[in-house]
């Protein structure tokens, strides 16, 4: 069974940084997508950015793109989503997913496609 446990949120003013972690385990087979997702509230649940274990694609939001770097530490089998340029837009709770994947990503896979997810770290942006 597939465990991810993020870490990292908090509370930080716009223009900062954060970097949140998804330490994983369990993984049964080679190939992944494993990524970001985040919910604020009243609202659904959207993708952020996601990489390919078999290739190391990555893709990303366009809401992000620029801002956010993911990133994979497979020695530690951590995750990471390195946030700069915050901003109040970007406050949700953050959760980890992960799910099979054949070959390199063009796009970010739906929700449908991840099976395993985190608790959830929150994060929040102020003004």
């Known amino acids: 069974e597939v465990q991810l446990v993020e870490s990292g949120g908090g509370l930080v003013q716009a223009g900062g940084s954060l970097r949140l972690s998804c330490a994983a385990s369990?993984?049964?087979?080679?190939?992944?997508?494993i990524g970001w997702f985040r919910q604020a509230p009243g609202q659904e649940r959207e993708g952020v950015s996601c990489?390919?274990?078999?290739?190391?694609?990555?893709v990303y939001a366009d809401s992000v793109k620029g801002r956010f770097t993911i990133s994979s530490d497979n020695a530690k089998n951590t995750l990471y989503l390195q946030m700069t340029r915050l901003k109040p837009e970007d406050t949700a709770v953050y959760y980890c997913?992960?799910?099979?994947?054949?070959?390199?990503?063009?796009?970010?896979?739906?929700?449908?496609?991840?099976?395993?997810w985190g608790q959830g770290t929150q994060v929040t942006v102020s003004a």
């Open positions: 997913a992960a799910g099979p994947l054949s070959g390199g990503l063009a796009y970010m896979p739906p929700t449908s496609e991840f099976g395993a």
């Open positions: 990489i390919a274990t078999e290739d190391g694609s990555t």
């Open positions: 369990g993984f049964t087979g080679d190939d992944y997508a």
